[in-house]
């Protein structure tokens, strides 16, 4: 089946600055790829998703870069701010929206 | 977009008793649901795929007499608990996709935390 590895695992940065989780999978077959933010003891909500025949994807200030051959996504969060303080996970889907999930980033926002 | 309701919200319930929760689509009809349990700080681990009048698909290691799984109808999919105990406290969610070609996306009920005492 698919692996979806994601790191950080934790990542603090000061509100303005960016923050980017990587994500790699193993299945070459995978062709969607959604991002989801999840606070404590909530549904994760779908922020942004690529599928694989696109490169790039950008939505206000989160963006999501896919490398096929690398076979490797990214989640790009500019201009940060304390709301934006969450867990965040990738996923890998083939075919029929099974979810392989990332382990998951908690991200913290210093004011 | 969609939405996928979820009930009960929390469950308490005392060891060997059992746990119907439910996940319902309320504005499209989701012939296929996924069943997920989330432990404290961990990832979401997918537990069975639903599908509407045949039987649910179950993961590894997921024991599908435990964890009854019915989806009588295009909006309804239950999943039983049957005969919990403490290893089974977690936080359980469905999903369901909606829409179709690119459009096409996964959305979450909004989880049932259960304990089991």
């Known amino acids: 089946g698919e692996n979806v590895e994601q790191h950080p695992s934790t990542l603090s940065v000061q509100e303005g600055d960016s923050a980017v989780i990587k994500c790699t999978y193993s299945d070459s077959a995978s062709n969607y790829f959604p991002w989801y933010k999840q606070e404590l003891g909530k549904r994760p909500q779908l922020i942004i998703d690529?599928?694989?025949?696109?490169g790039e994807k950008k939505d206000q200030r989160i963006a999501v870069t896919l490398n096929k051959t690398a076979k490797h996504f990214s989640l790009h969060i500019t201009e940060t701010q304390p709301e934006d303080s969450a867990v965040y996970f990738c996923a890998a889907v083939i075919g029929d929206y099974k979810l392989s999930f990332g382990a998951g980033t908690t991200v913290t926002v210093r004011a | 977009g969609a939405v996928v309701s979820q009930h009960p919200s929390w469950v308490i319930c005392k060891s060997g008793t059992s746990v119907k929760i439910e996940c319902r689509s309320l504005?499209?009809?989701?012939?296929?649901m996924f069943w997920y349990r989330q432990f404290p700080k961990q990832s979401l681990m997918l537990m069975a795929t639903s599908n509407e009048g045949s039987k649910a698909t179950y993961e590894q290691g997921v024991e599908k007499d435990k964890f009854l799984i019915n989806h009588a109808s295009l909006t309804l999919s239950t999943l039983t608990v049957t005969s919990a105990h403490p290893e089974d406290s977690s936080f359980y969610i469905c999903?369901?996709?909606?829409?179709?070609?690119?459009?096409?996306?996964?959305?979450f009920g909004s989880g049932t935390q259960l304990s089991v005492l």
């Open positions: 999903s369901a996709h909606a829409g179709t070609g690119n459009n096409e996306k996964l959305f």
């Open positions: 690529i599928r694989s025949n696109v």
């Open positions: 504005d499209f009809q989701a012939t296929t």
